[in-house]
């Protein structure tokens, strides 16, 4: 399967504890996009990665919230002492720097209790 | 929040029915895209356009790129019962700019 894919697919965790997804994009895609999805929302932009760079961050990215992009080709995006509204799918997309495109990941759903 | 105004929020078809759905914008974009989400997937791409006035088509899915850059509508003809799912347009300005999407239109199919 050459698809997007993320790890883990669920994860529930207490509020105040630290959470980290990974993303693997499609090998050849030199951009990488992470989302945020709540139930009956279309997909929320948070941030995005060319190679390594991390090139745009949304303003829903708060303080807590931190993606990295070390090799230009996975990424983790950590979330620390997490909280109730924090609970949503985290997708990943990823495309060719002309193309544009995302290609979209199946997503981690995020359950903090 | 989200930028695009899609519609309907919802659908309730009988297999075999024609639907059509479409989303606006106050912005202009120079991409409109078209994806479909399963219940606890990713959204999968079904269209991609790229010029204002583009007509393109993908099996029995055909979406248009308003010749404002402002809007884009997505026909789904012969509708049938795997076409249950939500429907969400997405606006990019550029390449180098993240996709905007719809709340979603969410498609039920009626055997």
């Known amino acids: 399967d050459t698809g997007v894919s993320q790890d883990p697919r669920h994860k529930i965790t207490k509020r105040g504890q630290n959470v980290t997804f990974r993303c693997d994009p499609i090998s050849e895609h030199n951009r990488l996009y992470w989302y945020r999805q709540t139930l009956g929302q279309g997909p929320e932009f948070l941030t995005y990665f060319q190679n390594e760079a991390q090139l745009e961050k949304s303003r829903l990215l708060s303080d807590r919230f931190s993606a990295e992009r070390p090799k230009g080709s996975f990424s983790t995006l950590e979330i620390q002492r997490t909280e109730q509204g924090d609970s949503a799918m985290y997708l990943c997309a990823s495309s060719h720097g ?16 | 929040g989200q930028q695009l105004n899609q519609s309907p929020q919802s659908m309730f078809i009988q297999e075999g029915e024609d639907v059509s759905m479409n989303c606006t914008s106050s912005s202009i974009f120079n991409t409109w895209l078209w994806y479909k ?13 790229y010029k204002a006035g583009e007509l393109t088509s993908n099996g029995r ?16 003809s012969a509708s049938i019962p795997s076409d ?18 719809g709340a979603g239109t969410r498609l039920t199919v009626k055997p």
């Open chain 1, 98 to 113: 002309t193309g544009g495109n995302g290609y979209f990941g199946p997503g981690t759903r995020l359950t903090v209790t």
């Open chain 2, 37 to 49: 989400q399963d219940p606890g997937e990713g959204p999968v791409l079904l269209i991609a356009l």
């Open chain 2, 61 to 76: 899915l055909t979406a248009q790129f308003g010749t404002t850059r402002k809007d884009s509508f997505l026909n789904i």
């Open chain 2, 84 to 101: 249950v799912g939500i429907y969400f347009c997405a606006g990019q300005l550029g390449n180098n700019n993240d996709m905007r999407f």
